[in-house]
């Protein structure tokens, strides 16, 4: 199974930026959708972007859209958010995952796909 690590969380305040990234282990990232998600204390997890294995599409959550937006590097097997615009309620543990399928093989829209293979997280918090 991929291994994920998240990075670039941290505290800021209301209207200002970050990027997150995601380092996945493995010679085959390229193949996989990638998709980031975020918890907040006593919510659900819920689906923020995604992106296709070669990164021409991707997919965001309505509350994100326009503020944030995903990329991918393959040659550094390397998955980013940009996150502009932040608010309070931007705040929680935001987490990268991968399809545990190569991408192509089923169809489903990217916020659909059965991401099996999880990171740990990285925390954001937003003040107002």
């Known amino acids: 199974q991929v291994q994920l690590v998240e990075s670039g969380g941290g505290l800021v305040q209301a209207g200002d930026s970050l990027r997150l990234s995601c380092v996945a282990s493995g010679r085959t ?5 990638m998709a980031w998600f975020r918890q907040a204390p006593g919510k659900e997890r ?3 972007a995604g992106i296709t294995g070669s990164g021409r599409s991707t997919d965001y959550a309505s509350s994100v859209k326009g503020r944030f937006t995903v990329s991918r590097d393959n040659a ?5 958010l940009q996150m502009n615009s932040l608010k309070p309620e931007d705040t929680a543990v935001y987490y990268c995952a991968t399809d545990k399928k190569p991408y192509g093989t089923y169809q489903a829209e ?4 059965e991401y099996a293979c999880w990171g740990r997280g990285t925390q954001v918090t937003v003040s107002s």
């Open 29 to 33: 990232f390229h193949i996989y959708a």
């Open 46 to 48: 819920e689906f923020v």
């Open 76 to 80: 550094e097997n390397t998955v980013y």
């Open 110 to 113: 990217l916020r659909d796909k």
